[in-house]
């Protein structure tokens, strides 16, 4: 018996170990890729950087480090090239003291001029997202050019769009994989860069809290944090910039409108246009709201649910549905096979067209199939 019991402790410590061996696993490209990468970097001209939706921490600080990289490299003497940034809706105000934020261009606001950068495009380089649906019309575009394109990204089995793919689901963000990409050229940290890469690292892990223990990425952090990133003014400009309504709004929303299934060890938070505009919400508001519930002991899945009015041409609401878990509870597959979205084992996103309580009798419906 107790044979036994030993035995259990030295698989457990095995397991345990292997774990570590994974958690301190470097990105390693395949050396063909990169260097096809490198020679078509070389010798573009007009690059158009591009992102997902909604751009999040990652979207920008992975894109905005890919646009100070190229326009700091030395060869940019001898060679400058045109680069852009271009994301099709706008983002956060928290993201704006990004470095060179001002110059993102958001195809929402600005569609011919983009269009046209789009098609005079000699490469792309796509930084964040797995399919080009999840940028919208700048994806379709995208996908019409014959220039070549570069993804940069670690979501889950990315589309085959990209002529290059540097796809690592295990990368904590898309900002760790710019950051082993842009250092196999040489030298290329400054200031700029390193303050974009950390934003990434920083929101794609919950300012560290989740997704993040791999000894690399201190590593990095320790390079950013070395180049000049300054962690304390970065966490500050991106979770310390609440105006009284978004607080109030996360106040009401965890108050009013947040309902628990118990024996599930779900939460569920819907959020109507009507009540969003009570609190004249603004892109970014309900950033991070998800995440709340399964701070109760008890809770492992979280599902946030945010009417969007319907836009000229579409006659029902767009319902933005984000999911959230914890641990070994994958919301992913409920995600893409109900939701028409996906993501991450423990965060993902869909959404559906309708109203709110439609959206909500599909997730009642549905959830027992998918929760553990
Ligand atoms: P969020 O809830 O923050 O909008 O999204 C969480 C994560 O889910 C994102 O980082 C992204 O990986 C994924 N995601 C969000 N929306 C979609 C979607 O419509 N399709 C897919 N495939 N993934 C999504
Ligand atoms: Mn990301």
Redesign the pocket.
Not at 340 to 344: L, S, T, Y
Not at 347 to 351: F, H, K, L, Y
């Given at each position: 018996m107790s044979f036994f019991f030993l035995f259990l402790a030295y698989s457990a410590e095995m397991s345990y170990l292997c774990m570590q061996i994974q958690k301190n696993m470097v990105i390693s490209f395949d050396s063909k890729d990169l260097s096809a990468a490198q020679t078509m970097i070389a010798h573009a001209n007009n690059i158009v950087i591009a992102t997902h939706m909604?751009p999040?921490g990652d979207a920008m600080g992975s894109a905005l480090a890919v646009y100070h990289w190229l326009l700091n490299r030395p060869s940019a003497v001898s060679h400058p090239q045109e680069a852009v940034v271009i994301v099709p809706n706008a983002f956060p105000d928290f993201f704006r003291w990004m470095p060179r934020a001002s110059d993102i261009l958001i195809y929402e606001k600005e569609a011919e001029k983009c269009n046209t950068l789009i098609a005079n495009a000699d490469l792309f380089i796509c930084t964040d997202f797995?399919?080009p649906k999840?940028i919208g019309p700048v994806g379709d575009k995208i996908v019409a050019s014959g220039a070549p394109k570069i993804l940069l990204d670690h979501?889950l089995h990315p589309t085959d769009f990209a002529s290059v793919v540097f796809s690592y689901p295990e990368a904590t963000s898309s900002c760790e994989i710019v950051y082993r990409f842009m250092e196999q050229g040489g030298p290329f940290l400054n200031k700029e860069i390193a303050s974009c890469l950390y934003t990434g690292l920083m929101t794609d892990t919950g300012n560290f809290a989740f997704n993040s223990s791999s000894c690399e990425l201190y590593e990095i952090i320790a390079e950013l944090i070395r180049a000049g990133a300054e962690k304390d003014a970065i966490f500050d400009a991106v979770f310390n910039q609440y105006s009284v309504d978004r607080l109030r709004l996360m106040g009401y929303a965890l108050y009013r409108k947040m309902r628990i299934y118990p024996e599930h060890h779900l939460a569920l938070i819907t959020l109507s246009a009507d009540e969003l505009d009570q609190y004249h919400y603004q892109v970014g508001d309900t950033e991070g709201l998800?995440n709340m519930p399964l701070q109760i002991s008890d809770v492992y899945y979280s599902v946030f649910m945010r009417e969007e009015r319907p836009k000229p041409g579409t006659p029902r609401p767009r319902i933005r549905i984000?999911?959230r878990s914890q641990g070994n509870r994958p919301v992913n597959i409920w995600a893409?096979e109900i939701f028409?979205?996906?993501?991450?084992a423990n965060?993902?996103?869909?959404?559906i067209f309708g109203t709110l309580n439609q959206a909500v009798q599909l997730f009642e419906k549905t959830f027992p199939s998918y929760l553990i």
């Open positions: 909604a999040d797995n399919d999840r979501h998800v984000s999911f893409s028409h979205g996906g993501g991450h965060a993902s996103g869909g959404e």
